[in-house]
């Protein structure tokens, strides 16, 4: 039985929608491997640097949490690190399209990774970083969908 898995994603920024799986996944693991994806995918407003950052600030006192960045293919990652467990988060039935096709792909590059999908919160359903950008960005109040730490830093990239 192994007591590991990643928790793959952008994080720009982390959100209390991330944390609450982050939380709800200590009940199953013993250790989760918060990983950044650090592709360059699309634009971003933080760097991978900054996300991994602000996770393990948010989480320092959390035990059995490891916060990194990767590059290159998950499955390929997973594998280096020995991990065979992935939790990703399901929202809407949009998430869930992208995360079978996901889901698909990285069985048939490595049949050994088992993705694990976790429910949302209802309290969370609408939350996602976009969203809290946007908000942040056109000067709205964010206090109750991040850390603190993270509307601080989000507040300090909108006023350059
Ligand atoms: P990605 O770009 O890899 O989807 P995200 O940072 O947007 O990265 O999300 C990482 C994971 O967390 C995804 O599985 C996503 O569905 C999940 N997630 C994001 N926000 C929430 C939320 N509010 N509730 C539950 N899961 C969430």
Do not use: C
Not at 6 to 20: A, I
Not at 61 to 71: M, R
Not at 108 to 124: A, D, F, H, W
Not at 130 to 159: A, C, Q
């Amino acid at each position: 039985m192994t007591k590991n898995a990643l928790y793959p994603g952008t994080f720009d920024p982390v959100t209390n929608g991330h944390l609450d799986i982050i939380k709800r996944s200590k009940f199953l693991f013993e250790k989760i491997t918060i990983s950044v994806n650090a592709n360059h995918l699309r634009e971003f407003l933080f760097t991978p640097e900054e996300r991994v950052d602000m996770i393990r600030e948010v989480l320092a006192s959390t035990p059995g949490i490891e916060v990194e960045s990767f590059q290159g293919l998950l499955v390929d990652y997973a594998r280096k690190k020995g991990i065979s467990f992935i939790i990703r988060g399901l929202r809407a039935l949009s998430d869930f399209e992208h995360e079978f096709q996901m889901n698909l792909i990285n069985r048939k590059l490595n049949p050994r990774i088992e993705m694990i999908y976790l429910m949302t919160s209802q309290k969370y359903s609408y939350l996602s970083s976009s969203i809290t950008k946007e908000i942040s960005k056109l000067g709205g109040n964010v206090g109750e969908l991040v850390p603190p730490l993270v509307e601080k830093k989000l507040k300090e990239k909108f006023s350059l």
